[in-house]
Each structure stands twice: as structure tokens, then as C-alpha cells.
């Protein structure tokens, strides 16, 4: 080991030896040698989410008296040199930790004090102008620093999935439209029901999701309201008055988002509920996903021996054995993300029961999952529209021949002929492979011309005129 390549740095457990151009320090390092869990470092949301709020402290902190100008400025130009994206290496902690994240804040406070030292003319590490917890940390805790940084992030990040969700919807929609006139077979318990429009299923795909973006943006009501001030339990202890005063509004002002600094601090240093909430809506949009990456794997099953009434676009040869053989990879990848976020909400549940006292510890593994859930699922739904729902076609032709075929048209004679009878031709017709319309001639239970009006397809698929009723117009104007 060369020592020159080595600065000495001291804390309250002793000295190491931390690399002399590093910008984070002693506690940084320990904390990187204790947590190689996931080998995972801090989202870098949530770095710039930190450097924000240390911004937004230290702007506070001077408004309030406490921190002189010179100092106050190095500290903003370090953080606005973090947040837009510098030093991003220096952040060296796992994303999975112990301390309640005391180790992400450190490594932040460290950074930043460095950076300000070299500003000011001083030497990293030496700490003598601008120090990582009397400077950079000054009125705050971990405990109200680590939860604020993770509503930021998770707000941007969550409008950012937003985003995604809000294209989907419009994909669905046009898919709806496109698909309108598309007349096909439904199916309950997977066995023919009745006939339906394609364009109507698409539109179920996008009440759904329209469900999913009000509960996500529900959610983000609750995560706009911060602890900041709050320092270590929830009472404010070395945080000035005129600093608690300041620094919500501070922090809004950076951010553009709408904060406002909560009543009960002490509620919220110690309950991460607003947290879950938010996890229950992405679970609850990533299960209405996968059951419509279900429903379009059936529906494209085959192409000769499935269902084959749509197309998904061909994206990858599907096998390394069966040549031409294709696989609808885009929705599987979708149902496999819905997956790992309800495992991440479980995670999330069991992160925010875990809590005791005035504080929840487990902060860090919360964030990962949550974090997590957000990205993928973004980057999830951009793949599905763009390479799965935007280039469906429909085996039109197909589609009717089903409905032709199918027993489930049955359902429009009960009315005229009666549930048993119905039931009987039904059968019949399946057990003999004909037609429905075929078997009620053959049996002259019905008219071909009354069998025209009530088993017209297009009829069945627009609620508020039935076949029945449009008998009864035709029997009318024949009297």
C-alpha cells in the first residue's frame, strides 16, 4: 500500500485510512466496508434528492443566523454541483444499510463538506472551514433528512412512471378506436360466452389503467407532507426556530413541488404509511397489467392451434430449438415485472410495520423496493406500448368465423325461445358441429328473417337494443 495515496481521518470509533482525493470521508468508508449486501449503490434520484435538501437547509440555516455567508455558499455550489450529477462516484454506500440511512446522509454531509472545503482554499478531510456534521448537517438528523430526500425522489419518480401510464392510456385508447367495429368472441371461465367488440375490450384495458393513474396520483398527496425540522424524534432539538420556520417553504421553492412541513412532527419522523399507500397503488397497477398481458397472450396464442384473433408484433425468434417458432416476450416481461412489484410491496409492508418507537430503521430497504417499483414498471409500460400494444393487428375474419361457430350466440334465443330449449340446441349444435342458426332452421323453431334480427352479431355487442326488442319493431310494423 502507498500511504501517500492515503489521507488519515478520525471519528468518535477510531482512524482509517481513506483514499486522499476522495470527496467522502471516514464514515463513508465504514459504512461501505459494513454494507456489501446488494452490491446496489444509493438511486441517484435519491443523491440529488439529499443535495437538494441540503440545499434547502443551508439556505434556511443562513436566513436563520446560523451558517456565514462565504460557508453558506460553498455549501450551495457543492450541492448544486451533486444534483446536477457530479460526483456521482463518490456516493459509496449500498442502497441496503443499517442506521436508517444514517450512512446515505453521512456520505452526503462528507461530500459535500469536502467539496465546500476545496472551495474555501482547504483540504479535504481536514475539515477546519467546513465540517460534515457542525456545517453541512447543522439543525437536522438523519431522521428527518432521509425521509424528506425519499418524498422527493419518489415524487419525481413517480411522475416520471406518470408519464408512462398517461401514454399507455392513449395507446389503449387508440387501439379501442382502431378496433371498434371488431367483432369477436367472449369468454368467461375461458369457455365462449357471448360475442364482443375488441375496441370494447381495448377500453377496458384503459378504464382500468385511468383507475391506476388516480390512485398513483392519489398517493402523492400524502408524500408532500414533510418532517423537515423535526430533527432527531420529532421535537426539534438544535434546530433554530427561524430555521424550522424556513426550510419547508426553501424546499418547495427548489423543488417545484407543492410541500408543506407536517403538524405532527413527531407522527411523522415515526409512521412511513404515505410510503405503503403509494406501494399499494403501483401493486394495484402492476396486477390490472399483467392480467392485460394475460389476456393478449391468449388472445394471440398459436398461430395455428390457439386463439389467434390478434397479433402481437414479432419482436425475437422464440426458441433456440423450434425454428419460426415466436413468443409474445413483451407482455411476458410485463407480467414478470408485476410480480416483483407486489414482492417489493410486501417488502414495503412489512419495512413500514417493522417500525418502533420514535423511529423506523428501515428506511433503506423501503426505498430500494420502492425505487425499484417505480423504475421498472416505467421502464415496463414504455416497452409494452411501444412494442407490444402499438403494433397489434387483428385476424378480423377469423374472429367472426369463432362467433359463427360458437354455442355462445345461444344466449340472444332465450328470450324468444326459452332458457331450456336454448340449453338443448346448444348442446346439440356442439355435439353435432353446427351452427346454431343452422340447427333452429333445420328444427324450424325461429324464421331465417327473425334469426337475423336476433342473432345479429352487431346487436349483441351494443347495450340498450336488443335482438328482442328489435323483433318486436318488426313485428309492429308488419301490423
Not at 207 to 214: F, G, K, P, T, Y
Not at 394 to 423: D, Q, W
Amino acid at each position: 500500500m502507498d500511504i501517500n495515496k492515503y489521507r488519515i481521518e478520525v471519528d468518535s470509533l477510531g482512524e482509517k485510512l481513506v483514499p486522499i482525493d476522495a470527496y467522502y470521508g471516514i464514515q463513508s468508508l465504514r459504512a461501505k466496508e459494513n454494507f456489501q449486501i446488494t452490491k446496489i449503490k444509493v438511486h441517484k434520484e435519491m443523491i440529488k434528492s439529499i443535495a437538494i435538501t441540503k440545499k434547502a437547509a443551508t439556505l434556511a440555516n443562513f436566513e436563520a443566523g446560523m451558517l456565514r455567508d462565504d460557508m453558506c455558499k460553498a455549501i450551495i455550489k457543492a450541492c448544486d454541483e451533486i444534483i446536477a450529477g457530479k460526483f456521482q462516484g463518490q456516493f459509496i454506500t449500498d442502497m441496503i444499510q443499517g442506521g436508517a440511512g444514517t450512512s446515505m446522509n453521512m456520505n452526503a454531509n462528507e461530500v459535500i463538506a469536502n467539496r465546500a472545503q476545496e472551495l474555501l482554499g482547504g483540504k479535504k478531510g481536514v475539515y477546519d472551514i467546513v465540517h460534515p456534521n457542525d456545517h453541512v448537517n447543522f439543525g437536522q438528523s438523519t431522521n428527518d433528512i432521509i425521509p424528506t430526500s425519499g418524498k422527493i425522489a419518489v415524487i419525481n419518480l413517480t411522475e416520471k412512471l406518470l408519464l408512462e401510464m398517461r401514454r399507455l392510456h392513449r395507446s389503449y385508447l387508440d387501439k379501442a378506436l382502431e378496433f371498434g367495429g371488431i367483432i369477436k368472441m367472449g369468454r368467461t371461465h375461458l369457455q365462449d360466452a357471448v360475442p364482443i367488440r375488441l375496441g370494447q375490450e381495448f377500453n377496458a384495458f384503459a378504464s382500468a389503467l385511468e383507475r391506476d393513474i388516480n390512485r398513483t396520483e392519489g398517493a402523492l398527496k400524502d408524500l408532500k407532507i414533510l418532517n423537515m425540522g423535526a430533527t432527531a424524534v420529532g421535537t426539534g432539538l438544535n434546530a433554530n426556530l427561524k430555521y424550522i420556520d424556513k426550510v419547508v417553504n426553501i424546499l418547495s421553492e427548489l423543488t417545484h413541488i407543492d410541500f408543506v412541513q407536517a403538524d405532527d412532527l413527531v407522527d411523522a419522523t415515526r409512521n412511513l404509511d404515505p410510503f405503503v399507500w403509494l406501494s399499494s397503488a403501483l401493486k394495484t397497477c402492476a396486477i390490472s397489467l399483467s392480467k392485460t398481458a394475460n389476456d393478449l397472450r391468449l388472445m394471440s396464442s398459436g398461430p395455428k392451434t390457439g386463439l389467434n384473433e390478434i397479433n402481437l408484433p414479432q419482436m425475437q425468434p422464440g426458441s433456440s430449438i423450434m425454428p419460426g417458432k415466436v413468443n409474445p416476450v413483451i407482455p411476458e416481461v410485463v407480467n414478470q415485472i408485476a410480480f416483483q412489484v407486489i414482492g417489493n410491496d410486501i417488502t414495503i409492508t412489512k419495512a413500514a410495520e417493522a417500525g418502533q418507537l420514535e423511529l423506523n430503521v428501515f428506511e433503506p430497504v423501503l426505498f430500494a423496493n420502492l425505487f425499484q417499483s417505480l423504475d421498472i414498471l416505467r421502464r415496463g409500460i414504455r416497452t409494452f406500448y411501444q412494442n407490444a400494444i402499438s403494433g397489434i393487428t387483428v385476424n378480423k375474419e377469423l374472429c367472426i368465423l369463432y362467433v359463427e361457430r360458437s354455442a355462445g350466440i345461444v344466449t340472444a334465443l332465450a328470450p324468444h325461445i326459452g332458457y331450456k330449449l336454448a340449453a338443448d340446441i346448444a348442446k346439440e349444435a356442439i355435439k353435432l358441429n353446427k351452427s346454431i342458426r343452422e340447427l333452429v332452421i333445420e328444427k324450424e323453431i325461429l324464421s331465417k328473417e327473425d334469426l337475423d334480427i336476433i342473432l345479429n352479431i352487431n346487436t349483441m355487442t351494443s347495450p340498450g337494443i336488443s335482438g328482442e326488442e328489435l323483433l318486436l319493431r318488426k313485428k309492429k310494423q308488419l301490423l
